[in-house]
T-cell receptor, first 109, second 114 residues
Framework: SQQGEEDPQALSIQEGENATMNCSYKTSINNLQWYRQNSGRGLVHLILIRSNEREKHSGRLRVTLDTSKKSSSLLITASRAADTASYFCATDSGGKLIFGQGTELSVKP | GAVVSQHPSRVICKSGTSVKIECRSLDFQATTMFWYRQFPKQSLMLMATSNEGSKATYEQGVEKDKFLINHASLTLSTLTVTSAHPEDSSFYIC??????????FGSGTRLTVV
């Protein structure tokens, strides 16, 4: 099962620019998480935001959550070539993680 | 802490054979584990949820007789792809629930059926 949409599906930016990815979901959630995946590899947990939180920061990452619109955004500031990866949101409801479609981010040096 | 070790990382098998993928929790007890499948350029699709000592719960559309899940101990869950066919070629990832909101993932298994 798939929880919702992410946009854009692909994003290409220059190093130093900010990257914003959006995620929408369908059901009520306990929390929403963002993960990163390098090509063909496992997942790296980036940040978790609870349903009663609206914004959260971690280093160069900023996540927002709007439960009324059932949407979230991930902002990566001052991007680096090493940030090139796929980024997925995942909603935690009912004790399991359901992933969005993902955004493929390419940061050009 | 909370590491899940997944093996093998890559496997190539002949069509019609069965393949077993193992996920072990190294430093914690995994009461609940999840199995995902990921096709190229796509997202992770949840296949099933397994609880230690009980039958797995499969997501809609996943054939439970084809994808056998065993969670016989608190540190080991296995996924067996039976009678594999080329369309089963995919990236399989396990995940364990460690605390509220907390999940840890294995490194994945790339299955190629020839």
């Amino acid at each position: 099962s798939q929880q919702g949409e992410e946009d854009p599906q692909a994003l290409s930016i220059q190093e130093g620019e900010n990257a914003t990815m959006n995620c929408s979901y369908k059901t009520s959630i306990n929390n929403l998480q963002w993960y990163r995946q390098n090509s063909g590899r496992g997942l790296v947990h980036l940040i978790l935001i609870r349903s009663n939180e609206r914004e959260k920061h971690s280093g160069r990452l900023r996540v927002t959550l709007d439960t009324s619109k059932k949407s979230s955004s991930l902002l990566i500031t001052a991007s680096r070539a090493a940030d090139t990866a796929s980024y997925f949101c995942a909603t935690d409801s009912g004790g399991k993680l359901i992933f969005g479609q993902g955004t493929e981010l390419s940061v050009k040096p | 802490g909370a590491v899940v070790s997944q093996h093998p990382s890559r496997v190539i098998c002949k069509s019609g054979t069965s393949v077993k993928i193992e996920c072990r929790s190294l430093d914690f007890q995994a009461t609940t584990m999840f199995w995902y499948r990921q096709f190229p350029k796509q997202s992770l699709m949840l296949m099933a949820t397994s609880n230690e000592g009980s039958k797995a719960t499969y997501e809609q559309g996943v054939e439970k007789d084809k994808f056998l899940i065993n969670h016989a101990s608190l540190t080991l869950s296995t996924l067996t792809v039976t009678s594999a066919h080329p369309e089963d070629s995919s990236f399989y990832i396990c995940s364990a629930w460690i605390r509220e909101g907390g999940y840890t993932f294995g490194s994945g298994t790339r299955l190629t059926v020839v």
